[in-house]
């Protein structure tokens, strides 16, 4: 297969899995409680939030190099740095991100939800990261306090 005509492949499975992804409802069922905990981890449920130090954006904070990646993983320029600002789309990086590196064949078991935390937190191979444990004990903390009524903000007291 010439360079091209596996180009066109690797763009059309691309297309097929984030098109699934969204007709599938993800993030907003799988993810959901997920999503909620890293965004008030992250930035207190600010879509605006935005760290200079590490130009990291969103309610999520992804910062630019994650951004390139997600793009890379998929096969072309699907993402811009504005979009980290937009909730759904954020949320679909995220999946995204989490679903390429969060695997059992990279983990050697399946993948839990501090894994992916720490994933999130660390790069691809965070979850062997010990300075990454902490932030997915704090993330799993707030899945288990999550208020459905406000899907950014999770409670406190419970």
Not at 2 to 31: H, K, M, T
Not at 44 to 68: T, V, W
Not at 84 to 93: G, I, Q, S, T, V
Not at 144 to 152: A, E, G, K, T
């Amino acid at each position: 297969m010439d360079n091209r005509r596996f180009n066109l492949c690797a763009l059309c499975f691309s297309f097929v899995v984030v098109l699934g992804i969204a007709l599938a409802g993800e993030p907003q069922e799988r993810y959901e409680p997920f999503l909620r905990a890293l965004a008030q981890k992250e930035s207190s449920g600010n879509p605006n939030a935005h760290n200079e130090k590490e130009n990291a954006a969103g309610l999520y904070q992804i910062r630019p190099c994650y951004l390139a990646d997600i793009n890379r993983i998929l096969g072309y320029e699907r993402f811009i740095d504005d979009d980290r600002y937009d909730p759904k789309k954020a949320a679909l990086m995220v999946v995204i991100y989490l679903d390429h590196y969060a695997t059992a064949k990279r983990l050697g078991h399946r993948p839990t939800w501090a894994d992916r935390a720490r994933i999130h937190n660390g790069g691809p191979n965070g979850f062997k990261a010990p300075a990454t444990v902490r932030y997915a004990q704090t993330v799993l903390k707030c899945m288990n306090q999550c208020n459905p009524r406000n899907p950014w903000l999770i409670a406190k007291d419970k």
